[in-house]
């Protein structure tokens, strides 16, 4: 239902015909039904990116701790969280 007013909005109202209908829809339960599910989705997506960059960040980690020859500090550095700040300073990460 609500791509398909998305969809006809575009379609027929020019930008301050749109503005008018974004002010309205944004007073009624139905606009703010909207702009909640928008907000939960977009919470979701941030931290699924969150996740997924500190994820990255680790392994690069340990990818230069192996080509620097220092393995046996990436066990600390996975339990140690101050050990693992020192090191992403350290790498620049």
């Known amino acids: ?3 398909l007013l998305y969809v006809f909005a575009g379609k027929f109202l020019d930008k301050n015909d749109l503005e008018k209908v974004k002010e309205v829809i ?3 339960i139905l606009g ?3 702009m909640n599910d928008g907000i939960k989705k977009g919470i979701k997506e941030g931290i699924k990116e969150g996740i997924e960059q500190g ?6 980690l340990i990818q230069l701790l192996i080509e ?3 393995s046996d500090e990436i066990s600390r550095a996975v339990t140690d969280r101050q050990f693992q700040e020192q090191l992403f300073k350290e790498f620049s990460l």
């Open 32 to 34: 703010e039904l909207l």
């Open 68 to 70: 620097n020859s220092r």
């Open 1 to 3: 239902m609500q791509s």
């Open 55 to 60: 994820e990255q960040k680790v392994n690069r």
């Open 26 to 28: 944004s007073m009624t």
